[in-house]
Each structure stands twice: as structure tokens, then as C-alpha cells.
């Protein structure tokens, strides 16, 4: 059974710090992982996608790293802001013909402090 | 582009009543999928439908069921509603065959009171 931990739970930095959120998985067999953004009391917000082919994704600011074989992925936020305030949440899809579908972790309440 | 959509935002029902939830999936998304999340949580997957079948299911009790229509949209009922089926119930869309990348509406927060 798959199981995704979320490391830290809460993250709280300065505005203008670079940051890693990191996300964990126990089974190896994945079909992809990613990561979306919640802000409180809304829906999930896609940010990256990563296929287990891949070692790593960016979009702007974010940059996700996937390390199949550890069952590590990360999420490298540059020069944070007030606005990226929220839940990361971390997904993986396992492969195999008929798994559809994403395995949550419990996600990282980051606040960024201007 | 439309993203996904879902109705209603918020409703508040008493146990054992039912409770039918409302997803328009993304523009060109053909699977729905339906996920359950308890405050301070990630998401439980309760189902998927592909082709207005259900495709997967994940570990929720008979009394959550589902339906697609042939525009892709679904629905998500709950019967018989326990004081913990109170969260936020969110639905999600993707394309068959692509990438697997979901994407997300805002979710119908449901209270059981």
C-alpha cells in the first residue's frame, strides 16, 4: 500500500528565503508525481508534474525534483513571497494497467512573513 | 477555458439524509474523479468514471455512489449521511490517454450536523 509523508508539516520563513519542501513515498512504482498548491477552504491548484521518467520539473519560482529509486521528491520555492502562503500538498500515482488513482500526503502549511 | 466546476459550494444536511454533488469536468477532459478530504488532510480517492463507468474505486462503503453522463459531467451521492462525512469533497478531471495530470475544482464543502 502506498503511503506519502510530508516533511515538515508547517514551514514558517522570512519573505525573500529560498525553501525545499520535501515529500516521500514507499512504494518505488510510480506512473508520475505531483505537487498542487491549497489555499484554505479552496480546491487544489496543479503547480508540477513529474512522470517517473523524468528527474525534474520547473515552472518559474518552483522547481520539482524526483528521485524514484529513494522515493524522494522536492520542491524548491525561490525567493518566496507573502502570496505563496498555503498547503503544499504532494500526489503520486502508482503505475500498473488499472491504478488511476493519486495518493496524498497530509501536505506543508508554508507562511512567508513579509 | 473552463476549468472544473462544481456545485454546490457549501450545504449543510442532518444524518441520514442524502446529498447529491455536481462536477463539470475541464474543456476536452473526458475522466472524472471524486476525492474526499477531512479538515487538516489530504485526499481519499473514492472513485473514477471513464466512459460513464466506474473505473476504480477506493475504500468508502456502498453508500457513496456515482454517475457520468455522456458529456463527461458527474455526480457523487452519499446515503444515509454520518457526522463524518462531513469535508470537502472535491472533483477532479484529466484526459484518456494523456500526461495523468489532474486538475481540480474548488470543492463542495458538505457539513453533517
Known amino acids: 500500500k502506498q503511503e506519502v509523508t510530508q516533511i515538515p508539516a508547517a514551514l514558517s520563513v522570512p519573505e525573500g528565503e529560498n525553501l525545499v519542501l520535501n515529500c516521500s513515498f514507499t512504494d518505488s512504482a510510480i506512473y508520475n508525481l505531483q505537487w498542487f498548491r491549497q489555499d484554505p477552504g479552496k480546491g487544489l491548484t496543479s503547480l508540477l508534474l513529474i512522470q517517473s521518467s523524468q528527474r525534474e520539473q520547473t515552472s518559474g519560482r518552483l522547481n520539482a525534483s524526483l528521485d524514484k529509486s529513494s522515493g524522494r521528491s522536492t520542491l524548491y520555492i525561490a525567493a518566496s513571497q507573502p502570496g505563496d502562503s498555503a498547503t503544499y500538498l504532494c500526489?503520486?500515482?502508482?503505475?500498473?494497467?488499472?491504478?488511476?488513482?493519486?495518493?496524498f500526503g497530509k501536505g506543508t502549511l508554508l507562511t512567508v512573513n513579509p | 477555458d473552463a476549468g472544473v466546476t462544481q456545485s454546490p459550494t457549501h450545504l449543510i444536511k442532518t444524518r441520514g439524509q442524502q446529498v447529491t454533488l455536481r462536477c463539470s469536468p475541464k474543456?476536452?477532459?473526458?475522466?472524472v474523479s471524486w476525492y474526499q478530504q477531512a479538515l487538516g488532510q489530504g485526499p481519499q480517492f473514492i472513485f473514477q468514471?471513464?466512459?460513464?463507468?466506474?473505473?476504480q474505486r477506493g475504500n468508502f462503503p456502498d453508500r457513496f455512489s456515482g454517475h457520468q453522463f455522456p458529456n463527461y459531467s458527474s455526480e457523487l451521492n452519499v446515503n444515509a449521511l454520518l457526522l463524518g462525512d462531513s469535508a470537502l469533497y472535491l472533483c477532479a478531471s484529466s484526459l484518456v490517454p494523456g500526461t495523468g495530470e489532474l486538475f481540480f475544482g474548488e470543492g463542495s464543502r458538505l457539513t453533517v450536523l
Open positions: 500526489a503520486v500515482r502508482n503505475s500498473g494497467g488499472s491504478n488511476y488513482k493519486l495518493t
Open positions: 474543456s476536452g477532459h473526458d475522466t
Open positions: 468514471y471513464y466512459e460513464e463507468e466506474e473505473r
